[in-house]
């Protein structure tokens, strides 16, 4: 019990297999991709729906007006009108008052909130930005705030006129269109949760992928591994064979326990594979389909008597006299289904098997996918 323990929890404590983890997410990337398409579409149609639904109506009109400065006694041009000065002179009474006199009904506080006022390069060309929920309000303070210009400058002695060169049409404000950036926002988002989903999943995945997940997670001999369509007798059945009959010794009868619960396949399977001989599976005269796990689709008579005698068990039927046969056969192999987690149904039938005197030869990994072999074991 102590050795279990200390196992069970190397196998908790165990560093992360890069290449198994990879190959993990190889099955898992459609799930990443589509759920990153779907992130995408959402945040297109999210931002779309925002845009039309919360951004505001405002208006927008621009002026430019070109200023003549005036001479002083000495004869210089003032010049020390700028940008901040033109913001703060429009707010101020001496323009403000005769802007006012041309807006009957409107108050000084939406004017000044509505009218900002620029020096942009050129110190004589003035811009005067007018911003307002709709056109007529725009079009109006526009219009007085240019007269007012017009008649303050003619009152100064800094200036000598301002004239209006451009006066723009209010035009209706909207947002930039950033949809491929919500887009590709969502898709960020959804997709990195979605990966780390995966990831957390991977972390918490007890399913049994190779041999070594075996022997670190419960201690007991991995005997190899049994593939979906094994054809020719590839290298993992030609181990698995060898694994078992050195096992056996002379002995020709064995029992196993399906954690998938096709013991009769899986059965008919290992009898097959430790009957079969080298001509068999080498190409000595023998097709190399001849040796591929169609059990199912051949006919009774055509199979071969198998020397070896299987006793299978699946788990969900396992009971006191199935463990008495266990104990007269001599001991039984676990088969645990490839990339399923089966992990609390397994411990518990080791317990169950422990408590009954039963032998766990080993453990054997089924239906293994052999792409994923392939590339793990190249």
Not at 13 to 37: E, F, P
Request: overall charge negative.
């Amino acid at each position: 019990m102590k050795k279990k323990m200390e196992m069970n929890e190397e196998y908790l404590n165990r560093g992360m297999d890069l290449k198994r983890l990879v190959l993990y997410l190889q099955k898992k990337i459609w799930l990443v991709i589509m759920l990153a398409v779907l992130g995408a579409c959402c945040g297109g149609i999210i931002y779309q729906m925002m845009r039309s639904m919360k951004m505001p109506v405002e208006y927008q009109a621009e002026s430019k007006l070109y200023i003549s400065f005036g001479h002083d006694e000495s004869g210089e041009v003032y010049q020390y009108y700028n940008g901040y000065t033109w913001n703060d002179l429009l707010d101020t009474d001496p323009i403000l008052d005769l802007v006012m006199m041309q807006l009957p009904g409107y108050e000084r506080e939406q004017v000044i909130a509505a009218t900002t006022a620029e020096i942009l390069s050129d110190i004589r060309l003035l811009t005067v930005t007018v911003k307002g929920e709709n056109e007529k309000f725009v079009r109006e303070i526009r219009t007085a705030v240019e007269s007012g210009l017009r008649e303050f400058a003619s009152n100064s002695k800094e200036l000598d006129q301002i004239e209006v060169i451009r006066s723009g049409a209010p035009e209706r404000i909207y947002w930039d269109d950033r949809t491929v950036a919500a887009c590709v926002t969502g898709a960020v988002i959804l997709g990195v949760i979605a990966f780390l989903v995966v990831s957390f999943n991977y972390v918490f995945d007890e399913s049994v992928y190779v041999q070594e997940d075996i022997e670190k997670k419960y201690g007991v001999k991995a005997l190899g591994l049994l593939t979906h369509n094994q054809k020719g007798l590839q290298p993992y059945a030609r181990e698995l064979k060898a694994n078992i009959r050195y096992l056996l010794e002379e002995r020709k009868a064995f029992a196993i326990i399906d954690m998938a619960n096709h013991a009769d396949t899986r059965g008919l399977e290992l009898e097959r594979l430790l009957s079969s001989q080298e001509t068999d599976v080498f190409g000595g005269g023998q097709a190399e389909d001849d040796f591929s796990w169609n059990i199912g689709k051949r006919e009774d008579s055509n199979q071969k008597k198998s020397e070896y005698d299987v006793m299978a068990f699946n788990e969900n039927i396992l009971s006191e006299e199935e463990c008495r046969k266990i104990r007269e056969i001599g001991g039984v192999i676990l088969l645990l289904p490839f990339g399923t987690d089966t992990g609390r149904k397994t411990a518990r039938i080791l317990s169950l098997l422990r408590n009954q005197d039963c032998k766990v030869l080993g453990m054997v990994i089924a239906q293994a996918d052999e792409e994923f072999l392939n590339r793990y074991y190249a």
